[in-house]
């Protein structure tokens, strides 16, 4: 006979309860982003019931909202791609997790491990994001955190801390990184960097960020906005060799000068186009002989590096602000000023 106690934390004790939600019901703009009531998911077969502690905010997500998206978009879709929370409920055939777990989310459904393959539905593009109370999800879509970080902190680790990870892959003590701005993904990169003992040069536009990224752990910070050739400084500041890495995170608007910058043979991790501008030349390209390698976010298996790497060297993510679950669409404006120095952070409090 099952033991019946084993069987009550099996099934969720919240059924007839309602929860809150964000619902985008029209594109175009923050405006359009809803707060609704709506029933509390029921986990099904080989799935969880996520209570949603925390939520965080990516550049992705203002290109949703604005319709600026590159990928197809549906309205009424739920936003947010990453989360963090407690098992509340576990479906029939759950194996990986029980009632009370600590979970995070996988950022790219469907995509477990191995080299990314093809284009599958992404969370509040064509299936239901994380903006909610609840969220009932399969249990493969999930990884573990230790009690040691915080649902805030790894709330933030889904998008941009695995688009750091992998953008900086294969660094070492021998090797120099640059990082552009102080996103989230920039913060990250900066910090998994000297993690592994590299040299980081930083950029930035303000004399009160240049400091905070020195704290960081930055060996040197450029002031673009005193400095437009910044790609130059940068290489100089690597006797002329130029970096090994650069963290490209501006696209159009800085790929010029990352190519100044970057060491013959070198890496650019290209994660991003947040800078308009033209391109420079396939010739000028070329003639870098460094590698381009986009960054496509990561994977499960990639997560749970993270997970083990923040845990170990006690990185803390940085967070720029907070905002209360009703106060989502506050936080999407904060977010949209895109003067930011870290993650926009929403905490769900019950």
Known sequence: MDDPVKLRDTFPTNMGIRMKIYRLQKIGSINGLALCEEPTPQPGPGEVLINIKATSLNFRDLSIISGQSPFPLEEGRVQLSDAAGIVEAVGTGVTRFAVGDRVVN??????HSGSFREFTPQYGTQLDGWMAEYRAVDQNELVAIPDSISFEDAATLPCAAVTGWNAVAGVGPQHSVLTQGS???????????????????????????????LALGADHVINYAENPNWGEQAKALTDGRGVDRVVEVGGPGTFAQSLKAVALSGQVSMVGVLAQGEMPSYLEMFLTFAR?????????????????????????????????????????EHFGKRNLFGKVVITNER
């Open 106 to 111: 996988n950022f790219m459904p469907g995509w």
């Open 183 to 213: 996103g989230g993904v920039s913060l990250f990169a900066l910090q998994f960097a000297k993690a592994r003992g590299a040299k980081v040069i930083a950029t930035t536009s303000s004399a009160e960020k240049a400091q905070r990224l």
């Open 292 to 332: 381009f390698q986009t960054i496509v976010t990561g994977n499960r298996q990639d997560l749970q590096d993270v997970i083990a790497a923040v845990a170990q060297n006690r990185i803390r993510p940085v967070i720029d602000s907070r905002f209360s679950f009703d106060d989502g669409k506050a936080a999407f």
